[in-house]
Nanobody, 125 residues
Framework: QVQLVESGGGLVQAGASLKLSCIVSGGTFSSYRMGWFRQAPGKEREFVATSSRSGGTVYADSAKGRFTISRDNAKNTVFLQMNSLKPEDTAVYYC???????????????????WGQGTQVTVSS
């Protein structure tokens, strides 16, 4: 059973930074593609960033230049460093793991088969 546990969320002011962590237990972390998604109140879940097994990264336009996804395979952990936070970044952030080798798109939550419970990020103006 693969389990994902996020941490690191909180309440910060605009312009601040936060680093989210997601520890994965079960299975082989290094074989998983990892992703971060977020869902704001009243909005659909949206893609934030993804890291391939080899560490290649792709970001949503809203995250480019401000967020960095990284992974530590030795610690079974994926991170999301978020800088220059804006009020519109307020959301519940979820990490996700995919065991699939291929997907039509890694930007869709449907490509991921394991999810964490989420961590709240609130950015005040």
């Amino acid at each position: 059973q693969v389990q994902l546990v996020e941490s690191g969320g909180g309440l910060v002011q605009a312009g601040a930074s936060l680093k989210l962590s997601c520890i994965v237990s079960g299975g082989t972390f290094s074989s998983y593609r990892m992703g971060w998604f977020r869902q704001a109140p009243g909005k659909e879940r949206e893609f934030v960033a993804t890291s391939s097994r080899s560490g290649g990264t792709v970001y949503a336009d809203s995250a480019k230049g401000r967020f960095t996804i990284s992974r530590d395979n030795a610690k079974n952990t994926v991170f999301l460093q978020m800088n220059s936070l804006k009020p519109e970044d307020t959301a519940v952030y979820y990490c996700a793991a995919s065991t699939a080798q291929y997907a039509s798109t890694w930007f869709s939550g449907g490509a991921y088969n394991f999810w964490g419970q989420g961590t709240q990020v609130t950015v005040s103006s």
